[in-house]
T-cell receptor, first 122, second 109 residues
Framework: EAGVAQSPRYKIIEKRQSVAFWCNPI?????LYWYQQILGQGPKLLIQ????????DSQLPKDRFSAERLKGVDSTLKIQPAKLEDSAVYLC????????????????????FGPGTRLLVL | TQLLEQSPQFLSIQEGENLTVYCNSS?????LQWYRQEPGEGPVLLVT?????EVKKLKRLTFQFGDARKDSSLHITAAQTGDTGLYLC?????????FGSGTKLNVKP
């Protein structure tokens, strides 16, 4: 079974430029997550989709970040304009379904992560 | 707060040694996950613990959930170089996953 695919793997841009990341989740996975992982920290959830609808985007800096999952499969995350503090690894993850409130850890809830896109803003 | 504190931040040991890493919170959590992240890759789920006092074993890895469900530990017996990586704990609250900052483990041959 193919895993979560992300591209590009690396990107270097100058501040105030725009950048877009692409994610292709595991086939059949309805839930898709975008995380930001700054060096030395754990991943921080930016946005969660259920099919093509947004479940949670409370931690997405909406003045510069946007994400979409138009057909409920692939997703793109965009930053416009980029700031120095956006330098991080952007991780995409998918699961069969959304976690239950108690998170029993069943197979349906398991998140599978892609390799990430490393962004450096100069 | 959803803060998860992991300790130690860094750990460098020789192959064959045992080690324990910790994940603590000031608040009770209903369940906790442990992940391992290798350089250049995304995190991979190792285990989910849901019951206070629960112990789960995965080969040489032993995971424990505290009785009060405010802390968890991961013990590795006879570490191997393949255990090198970043160990993350995560909790699920209010429809979001919150990750700790991780313990970076280096196992030297």
């Amino acid at each position: 079974e193919a895993g979560v695919a992300q591209s590009p793997r690396y990107k270097i841009i100058e501040k105030r430029q725009s950048v877009a990341f692409w994610c292709n989740p595991i086939s059949g996975h309805a839930t898709l997550y975008w995380y930001q992982q700054i060096l030395g920290q754990g991943p921080k959830l930016l946005i969660q989709f259920q099919n093509n609808g947004v479940v949670d985007d409370s931690q997405l800096p909406k003045d510069r970040f946007s994400a979409e999952r138009l057909k409920g499969v692939d997703s793109t995350l965009k930053i416009q304009p980029a700031k120095l503090e956006d330098s991080a690894v952007y991780l995409c993850a998918s699961s069969l379904g959304p976690p239950h409130p108690g998170l029993a850890g069943g197979p349906r809830e398991t998140q599978y992560f892609g390799p990430g896109t490393r962004l450096l803003v100069l | 707060t959803q803060l998860l504190e992991q300790s130690p931040q860094f750990l460098s040991i020789q192959e064959g040694e045992n080690l324990t890493v910790y994940c603590n919170s000031s608040s009770v959590f209903s369940s906790l996950q442990w992940y391992r992240q290798e350089p250049g890759e995304g995190p991979v789920l190792l285990v989910t613990v849901v019951t206070g006092g629960e112990v789960k074993k995965l080969k040489r890895l032993t995971f424990q959930f505290g009785d009060a469900r405010k802390d968890s530990s991961l013990h590795i017996t006879a570490a191997q170089t393949g255990d090198t990586g970043l160990y993350l704990c995560a909790r699920y609250n209010f429809n979001k996953f919150y990750f700790g900052s991780g313990t970076k483990l280096n196992v030297k041959p």
